[in-house]
């Protein structure tokens, strides 16, 4: 049943666009080929004929069609590659990001490493049920009620004892000039950029 106005029935409007895309779209495929790939050439031209039937009413008909398939090609093809250039940059930008979290914590392991080492040095100096208490404290983050009951003392005791190794291991790696020098070159070279 035709429509006023010279408008097309929805049978001969979509004949017409049929025969639109059986006319043009190895054309438009060969272009959007050799502009994008392969792989995403048809979506980009099935794109310009889905938005040709949405506004098949106003598209122009006949001769200029081509022309009008073609620009609109001309801008899907534009956007692809705006897109693919934006998801790109967004997938280096990840990648970036990701590299340097990576580094920071290889750095931070390498440095908790060199830090442990220099303090076992310091700890040598402590006595053996010092050095257990200590490392209870700082290494397992046990409170004092725990490492009481594991050294069979009492709580304020495990205090005062990891109080006064924790001032022994201070005042070893003060007083070693070679040391203190060593953990800070070794934090200096970790930190520089």
Same mark, same amino acid.
């Given at each position: 049943?035709?429509?006023?106005?010279?408008?097309?029935?929805?049978?001969?409007?979509?004949?017409?666009?049929?025969?639109?895309?059986?006319?043009?779209?190895?054309?438009?495929?060969?272009?959007?080929?050799?502009?994008?790939?392969?792989?995403?050439?048809?979506?980009?031209?099935?794109?310009?004929?889905?938005?040709?039937?949405?506004?098949?009413?106003?598209?122009?008909?006949?001769?200029?069609?081509?022309?009008?398939?073609?620009?609109?090609?001309?801008?899907?093809?534009?956007?692809?590659?705006?897109?693919?250039? =934006?998801?790109?940059?967004? @997938? &280096? !930008?990840?990648? /970036?990001?990701?590299?340097?979290?990576?580094?920071?914590?290889?750095?931070? #392991?390498?440095?908790?490493?060199?830090?442990?080492?220099?303090?076992?040095?310091?700890?040598?100096?402590?006595?053996?049920?010092? =050095?257990?208490?200590?490392? @209870? &404290? !700082?290494?397992? /983050?046990?409170?004092?009620?725990?490492?009481?009951?594991?050294?069979?003392? #009492?709580?304020?005791?495990?205090?005062?004892?990891?109080?006064?190794?924790?001032?022994?291991?201070?005042?070893?790696?003060?007083?070693?000039?070679?040391?203190?020098? &060593?953990?800070?070159?070794?934090?200096?070279?970790?930190?520089?950029?």
């Amino acid at each position: 049943m035709a429509l006023h106005q010279g408008r097309f029935s929805h049978t001969q409007r979509q004949a017409a666009f049929e025969a639109a895309v059986i006319s043009y779209w190895d054309k438009l495929l060969g272009i959007a080929t050799a502009k994008t790939n392969r792989n995403d050439a048809p979506d980009v031209v099935q794109d310009v004929f889905l938005s040709l039937w949405e506004k098949w009413e106003e598209a122009p008909k006949g001769e200029s069609l081509e022309y009008y398939l073609l620009h609109a090609l001309k801008l899907r093809i534009y956007n692809y590659y705006r897109t693919t250039s =934006r998801y790109q940059a967004h @997938l &280096r !930008t990840l990648e /970036q990001m990701l590299q340097e979290t990576l580094e920071v914590v290889f750095i931070r #392991e390498d440095m908790q490493t060199l830090r442990e080492s220099f303090l076992d040095e310091a700890l040598e100096t402590l006595s053996p049920s010092q =050095r257990q208490l200590f490392l @209870l &404290r !700082t290494r397992h /983050q046990y409170s004092y009620r725990k490492i009481a009951q594991l050294l069979n003392i #009492e709580p304020a005791s495990a205090r005062v004892l990891y109080a006064r190794a924790l001032q022994q291991v201070k005042s070893y790696i003060h007083s070693n000039p070679a040391l203190a020098a &060593r953990l800070m070159s070794t934090i200096i070279l970790f930190t520089i950029p």
